[in-house]
């Protein structure tokens, strides 16, 4: 049973820009908050961005002013806008979102690696 469906990874220049969008399915009930996680090898997962059903936002500090976090409400996706991307940007990116019920739900991950 597929619920969360993430696109848009791949490989980037420094500066670069790429966008991850990731798709909930229907199963998914009375979603809240919707946002973006990274991992960077030898690293742990951390916050990258959050977005709740009324457009509250927010964002590591590491990628503020860069990176753009949206949701279309009635598709139950949400989206990554990164900008001037740098390679300390490189890492698998995970979609999550939470529901009113407190279920939490995570994406299989989408690679993004910047590189010249």
């Known amino acids: 049973q597929v619920q969360l469906v993430e696109s848009g990874g791949g490989l980037v220049q420094p500066g670069g820009s790429l966008r991850l969008s990731c798709a909930a399915s229907a199963s998914i009930f009375s979603i809240n908050v919707m946002g973006w996680y990274r991992q960077a090898p030898g690293k742990e997962r951390e916050l990258v961005a959050i977005?709740?059903?009324?457009?509250?936002?927010n964002y590591a500090d590491s990628v503020k002013g860069r990176f753009t976090i949206s949701r279309d409400n009635a598709k139950n996706t949400v989206y990554l806008q990164m900008s001037s991307l740098k390679p300390e940007d490189t890492a698998v990116y995970y979609c999550?979102?939470?529901?009113?019920?407190?279920?939490?739900?995570w994406g299989k991950g989408t690679l993004v690696t910047v590189s010249s």
């Open positions: 999550n979102v939470n529901t009113y019920h407190d279920m939490d739900y």
């Open positions: 977005i709740t059903t009324l457009g509250s936002t």
